[in-house]
């Protein structure tokens, strides 16, 4: 097979990144991903200031399970964005292989193992593999908890769903928590939606719109 883009990686970067070459040229894509589904699990943070990037990104209608906040600060359950997003670029014509690895052959050519339905050897033009820059991949830690917080943090968000989402750069003892996610973020704060979509911005400048 031969392709045009191939991302080695199905994370929400790879995913706005892919949906973003789509939407704006007709070449054809492959994502590729180790764990068994897209969005399961998700480290990503789920906080966002403007609603803006879902019409840029053409994903109306979101599934009820995304669970946007109604009002600010607003936030999202990432892992259903991922899902979301996945579904829509496969519905949209992008190849999409879960439990896969790619061992790179050569600059255009790759083969392709694990329990997964595209295997074998591929070809592309592109190879993307999108890098958090060093000065946004300090440690940070997403806690998903049921009661409102005690404390002050300008990093937490009720979703729809009426579950918290508070990111702290030290784990934090809170009562009622369901989930800690480990994600990265600069010294001062977390890579929220917009800074991910800053990131994409930025690749895709540098690395396919330029080429």
Same mark, same amino acid.
């Given at each position: 097979?031969?392709? /045009? =883009?191939? $991302?080695?990686?199905?994370?929400?970067?790879?995913?706005?990144?892919?949906?973003?070459?789509?939407? %704006?040229?007709?070449?054809?894509?492959? !994502?590729? =991903?180790? %764990?068994?589904?897209?969005?399961?699990?998700?480290?990503?943070?789920?906080? $966002?200031?403007? =609603?803006?990037? &879902? %019409?840029?990104?053409?994903?109306?209608?979101?599934?009820?399970?995304?669970?946007?906040?109604?009002? #600010?600060?607003?936030?999202?359950?990432?892992?259903?964005?991922?899902? =979301?997003?996945? &579904?829509?670029?496969?519905? /949209?014509? #992008?190849?999409?292989?879960?439990?896969?690895?790619?061992?790179? !052959?050569?600059?255009?050519?790759?083969?392709?193992?694990?329990? #997964?339905?595209?295997?074998?050897?591929?070809?592309?033009?592109?190879? +993307?593999?999108?890098? *958090?820059?060093?000065?946004?991949?300090?440690?940070?830690?997403? *806690?998903? +908890?049921?009661?409102?917080?005690? *404390?002050?943090?300008?990093?937490?968000?009720?979703?729809?769903?009426?579950?918290?989402?508070?990111?702290?750069?030290?784990?934090?003892?809170?009562?009622?928590?369901?989930?800690?996610?480990?994600? $990265?973020?600069?010294?001062?704060?977390?890579?929220? *939606? /917009?800074? &991910? !979509?800053? &990131?994409? %911005?930025?690749? $895709? /400048?540098? +690395?396919?719109?330029?080429?």
């Amino acid at each position: 097979m031969i392709y /045009d =883009h191939v $991302f080695v990686n199905s994370n929400l970067p790879s995913l706005f990144c892919a949906r973003k070459i789509q939407l %704006e040229t007709n070449d054809s894509i492959l !994502l590729l =991903h180790p %764990e068994p589904e897209i969005g399961m699990p998700s480290n990503s943070c789920g906080l $966002f200031s403007s =609603h803006k990037f &879902i %019409e840029k990104f053409s994903l109306n209608p979101l599934p009820s399970s995304v669970s946007i906040s109604k009002t #600010a600060p607003y936030s999202l359950r990432s892992e259903w964005l991922e899902k =979301h997003l996945a &579904i829509l670029l496969a519905l /949209d014509g #992008a190849s999409i292989s879960t439990r896969a690895i790619m061992k790179k !052959l050569s600059t255009t050519s790759g083969m392709i193992s694990g329990s #997964a339905p595209i295997s074998g050897k591929i070809t592309f033009n592109k190879l +993307h593999q999108i890098e *958090i820059p060093s000065n946004l991949s300090n440690k940070w830690y997403g *806690i998903i +908890h049921t009661n409102p917080l005690e *404390i002050s943090n300008k990093y937490s968000s009720c979703r729809d769903d009426q579950t918290y989402e508070s990111w702290f750069n030290q784990i934090i003892d809170i009562p009622n928590t369901i989930e800690v996610r480990k994600g $990265f973020g600069s010294d001062s704060k977390p890579n929220t *939606i /917009d800074i &991910i !979509l800053e &990131i994409v %911005e930025s690749y $895709f /400048d540098e +690395h396919i719109r330029t080429n």
